[in-house]
């Protein structure tokens, strides 16, 4: 089943920025990337496991960014599971990211792994959007220009195992201006007022957008950890957003994904549909050559209908 929301879901997102869905994954879909996390960032972590020494904050800061909060990341392909590594192309989220950004041609330009322990590091941010390193302008004024920004749990997230707060787009309107994009100081204690938390449990979705205000908040828990992944979706062709270039890492494990997805899911990572005037006798083949475990017999099938 392709669709896991609902059209409240993104009525939403549109009027308030930010949609939590409980259960969009299941635990079949979620365990698996539990344990990749496990080994990918559990043994390298320092895991000092208690936060009473650090509080790094500024006077009369909530919160700031720091290096150590973006200790753990990786971007697609992952050395590790089938399952990281298809989450991000699943069909619910392609159609979920379709009827939020109201297009059927998405890409997925953001997909990277999160890791946060108690200790390692004050994960508390003051509030803002994420635009700022996803755009060089400013979030579009036409709805089909925005993004979707998703967040999947792959462990319980509660208060004390740093929730996002954010600040809906009503409240935030009504703090800062109708869609500003910058908190400044003055306004950081009176957003702190309206937030709201994202805990949820596992196989929980968060979506919202590089124009709505939320923060990353501190791990107090003893010895706590919260793994998070981040995909972002955009329309296909919209040269304004970008956050990786999945071209430049030809050297990471790009077959556990082209041997196990769809044309559907491979077109939001740029490969064209079969049948698009890309696929020649002379492209598959090379295509084939560079990538041998790939079955690309629906391109050859339709290639071959095509030039009949
Ligand atoms: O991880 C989170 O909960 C939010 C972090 C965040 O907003 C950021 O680093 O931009
Ligand atoms: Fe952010």
Redesign the pocket.
């Known amino acids: 089943m392709n669709r896991r929301h609902s059209p409240a879901d993104v009525d939403t997102w549109k009027t308030q920025g930010f949609v939590l869905i409980q259960d969009f994954f299941n635990h079949e879909e979620i365990a698996p990337i539990l344990k990749d996390f496990q080994q990918l960032y559990t043994e390298q972590s320092s895991q000092p496991g208690s936060a009473t020494e650090l509080d790094v904050k500024a006077a009369g800061q909530i919160g700031g960014f720091h290096p150590k ?1 973006f200790l753990h990341f990786d971007t697609l392909p992952y050395q590790a599971s089938e399952a990281i590594n298809l989450i991000s192309l699943h069909p619910a989220l392609i159609s979920f990211a379709q009827d939020l950004i109201g297009v059927e041609k998405v890409h997925l330009y953001q997909s990277h792994t ?1 890791a946060k322990y108690t200790g390692e590091a004050d994960y508390d ?1 003051p509030f ?1 959007c ?1 635009f700022g390193n996803h755009t060089l302008t400013v979030p579009a004024d036409n709805p089909s220009h925005r993004t979707v920004d998703f967040v999947v749990y792959i462990s319980d997230v509660t208060d004390e195992l ?1 929730a ?1 707060r954010y600040v809906t787009k009503p409240d935030s309107n009504e703090i800062i201006g109708q869609r500003e994009i910058t908190a400044p100081q003055e306004v950081q204690i009176p957003l702190k007022q309206r937030e709201r938390s994202a805990a949820a449990p596992s196989g929980t979705l968060l979506a919202h957008s590089i124009d709505t205000f ?4 501190n791990l107090t828990a003893d010895n706590g950890f919260r793994f ?1 992944m981040t995909m972002g979706y955009k329309a296909a062709g919209n040269d304004m957003i970008g956050f990786h270039v999945w071209q430049d890492a030809a050297d990471r494990p790009w077959g556990k994904i082209l041997n196990n997805a769809s044309p559907e899911q491979l077109r939001c990572i740029g490969i064209p549909l079969p049948g698009d005037a890309f696929w020649t006798p002379r492209t598959l083949r090379l295509t084939q050559s560079r990538w041998p475990y790939w079955n690309m017999q629906a391109y050859v099938k339709k290639q071959a209908e095509e030039w009949q």
């Open positions: 909060q999160w941010q803002h994420d740093g996002l939320h923060r990353g908040s998070t």
